[in-house]
Nanobody, 121 residues
Framework: QLHLAESGGGLVQPGGSLRLACVAS?????IGWFRQAPGKEREGVSC????????KYVDSVKGRFLVSREHAKNTVYLQMDRLKPEDTGVYYC?????????????????WGQGTQVTVSS
């Protein structure tokens, strides 16, 4: 069974940066990143395909976040710059069949356990 593990979360001041990593135990066609803030629904942040093509980003992170993939390590990174308090939440990665236009609707494979990101002064 495919296993995903996130890392790289932490506490950072507004304007700071973090890099999250999602390590998969095997090959995945696509990887998505979601986040969930307290009291809010889970929100799709970004996704990327193994085969290439343009990644997807939610509008609120465009120009600040960058998703990338290192095939040799079965790892997907989410570089988060110019962080804002509203970026606070638990960030999850999930395996996808395809990172397409409607990727946030699924279907989804396995989820990671999540990593906490807190943006606060």
């Amino acid at each position: 069974q495919l296993h995903l593990a996130e890392s790289g979360g932490g506490l950072v001041q507004p304007g700071g940066s973090l890099r999250l990593a999602c390590v998969a135990s095997g090959f995945t066609l696509g990887i998505g990143w979601f986040r969930q803030a307290p009291g809010k629904e889970r929100e799709g942040v970004s996704c990327i395909n193994s085969s290439g093509g343009p990644p997807k980003y939610v509008d609120s992170v465009k120009g600040r976040f960058l998703v990338s993939r290192e095939h040799a390590k079965n790892t997907v990174y989410l570089q988060m710059d110019r962080l804002k308090p509203e970026d606070t939440g638990v960030y999850y990665c999930v395996s996808l069949g395809l990172c397409g236009d409607n990727w946030t609707g699924g279907p989804f494979g396995n989820w990671g356990q999540g990593t906490q990101v807190t943006v606060s002064s």
